[in-house]
């Protein structure tokens, strides 16, 4: 079993920075993928983007490339999402994921491990 914590969630107005973060616990996560995934009020989960732990390879979506870092401390088995540059539609829940394969994150089913979500509010 994984355990996923997330924090790091809050208010900032638009044009701000965040950064969230992803404790893991539980086990080791050498073949995982990690990633974050969110979702909007009224609107369906999407993915963020991703990290394989072993190597540190990332996966992001097109629009949000360039504005989010993940990033990951293996010291911490902690995951990091730097959110700049952020928008009022980034408002969300976002969730932290944990599954052996890079498909399940991207859609967002059949994920094995899923932390309780952290919100972002971003006020214009």
């Known amino acids: 079993q994984v355990q996923l914590v997330e924090s790091g969630g809050g208010l900032v107005q638009a044009g701000g920075s965040l950064r969230l973060s992803c404790a893991a616990s539980?086990?080791?996560?050498?073949?995982?993928?990690m990633g974050w995934l969110r979702q909007a009020p009224g609107k369906e989960r999407e993915f963020v983007t991703a990290?394989?732990?072993?190597?540190?390879?990332?996966y992001y979506t097109d629009s949000m490339k360039g504005r989010f870092t993940i990033s990951r401390d293996s010291a911490k088995n902690t995951v990091y999402l730097q959110m700049n540059s952020l928008k009022p539609e980034d408002t969300a829940v976002y969730y932290c994921?944990?599954?052996?394969?890079?498909?399940?994150?991207?859609?967002?089913?059949?994920?094995?491990?899923w932390g309780k979500g952290t919100l972002v509010t971003v006020s214009s």
């Open positions: 539980g086990r080791t996560l050498t073949n995982y993928f």
């Open positions: 990290i394989m732990w072993s190597s540190g390879r990332t």
């Open positions: 994921a944990a599954d052996r394969a890079y498909d399940s994150l991207r859609t967002g089913y059949g994920v094995d491990y």
